[in-house]
């Protein structure tokens, strides 16, 4: 098992332009959702979903789109890349919504926008 | 709303040398209480899961505790390659989209 899975792990954007992260999961995981790790801010949460086709918004959602049309896939669309979304984004998954099992991490994707 | 608040922010210890970190929070009902390592470059590692007051959990070298306030991570021992950052969170009942509310973290550096 690969576990949780993130392309590319570094990235540098302009102010305005647009980028995918994506993030898959083969553990066969119904929940996933996107973190953001600021020094000084702790993990955040971006977004979430609880299956395939369904996504909500997390504590920070704005500037950020997901969709998931897979059980595997949850990817994070910037459509207009802003400084304030450099960060190192984090994907995880768990079993299941609402169960207390651990979330599971990738090892992250590092974004700077100039 | 939950919060959490881990001290020290660093630690450094000669191998060997025990300490404790410390994770302070506040929450609406607790669900769990979830501690993690982190290496540079890498995402949080699961260590352990609390539920109730009173509650420990060993593994190797860690050993978690938890109290109706504060959890504690005891490193006995230890080795440099304990050397992470520590990451404490909590699942609070009322956590919209299971979210977990992390705390800033402590990075724990153990020299030979």
């Known amino acids: 098992n690969a576990g949780v899975t993130q392309t590319p792990k570094f990235q540098v954007l302009k102010t305005g332009q647009s980028m995918t992260l994506q993030c898959a999961q083969d553990m066969n995981h119904e929940y996933m959702s996107w973190y953001r790790q600021d020094p000084g801010m702790g993990l955040r949460l971006i977004h979430y979903?609880?299956?395939?086709?369904?996504?909500d918004q997390g504590e920070v959602p704005n500037g950020y789109n997901v969709s998931r049309s897979t059980t595997e896939d949850f990817p994070l669309r910037l459509l207009s890349a802003a400084p304030s979304q450099t960060s190192v984004y984090f994907c995880?998954?768990?079993?299941?919504?609402?169960?207390?099992?651990?979330?599971?991490f990738g090892n992250g994707t590092r974004l700077t926008v100039t | 709303e939950d919060q959490v608040t881990q001290s020290p922010e660093a630690l450094r210890l000669q191998e060997g040398e025990s300490s404790s970190l410390n994770c302070s929070y506040t929450v609406s009902g607790l669900r769990g209480l979830f501690w993690y390592r982190q290496d540079p470059g890498k995402g949080p590692e699961f260590l352990f899961t609390l539920y109730s007051a009173g509650e420990e959990k060993e593994k190797e070298r860690l050993k978690a505790t938890l109290t109706k306030k504060e959890s504690f991570l005891h490193i006995t021992a230890p080795k440099p390659e304990d050397s992470a950052t520590y990451l404490c969170?909590?699942?609070?009942?009322?956590?919209?989209?299971?979210?977990?509310?992390f705390g800033g973290g402590t990075r724990v550096l153990v020299k030979p």
């Open positions: 969170a909590v699942q609070g009942v009322k956590a919209a989209g299971n979210k977990l509310t």
């Open positions: 995880a998954s768990k079993h299941r919504f609402g169960y207390n099992s651990p979330l599971h």
């Open positions: 979903s609880v299956g395939a086709g369904i996504t």
